[in-house]
Nanobody
């Protein structure tokens, strides 16, 4: 089992920045794809970005390219985790952001669909006001 805990959400004005963090606990002694999804009420969870901890694969969805970046947490105090740096935020970025994990099958890719992710955090709210 793997437990995921998100933090860093909040309210910000358009043009501002936020940095989301996801810390993992539990069975961290294997490779995972870590991803961020965003959900708006009444809609499905949409992929924002993903990273493969076993390889050098990272990807940001087209809607967020140039503004968002995903990176593994490499600090000594972190057992396992990932950050999402969000810059130049716009009101359309508002939503509940979830961290998700899937066991690595290939080191050169990560799943794109939420159904392929096994573990989920509770989410952290991001609100961008214009």
């Amino acid at each position: 089992l793997l437990q995921l805990d998100e933090s860093g959400g909040g309210s910000v004005q358009a043009g501002g920045s936020l940095r989301l963090s996801c810390a993992a606990a539990g069975n961290i002694y294997r490779l995972y794809c870590l991803a961020w999804f965003r959900q708006i009420p009444g809609q499905e969870r949409n992929l924002v970005a993903r990273v493969n901890t076993g390889g050098d694969f990272t990807a940001v969805a087209d809607s967020f390219k140039g503004r968002f970046a995903i990176a593994q947490d490499t600090t000594a105090s972190a057992a396992f985790g990932v950050h999402l740096q969000m810059d130049s935020l716009v009101s359309q970025d508002t939503g509940l952001y979830y961290c998700a994990a899937a066991p690595v099958i290939s080191r050169s890719r990560c799943p794109e669909h939420s159904a392929e992710y096994t573990y989920w955090g509770r989410g952290t709210q991001v609100t961008v006001s214009s």
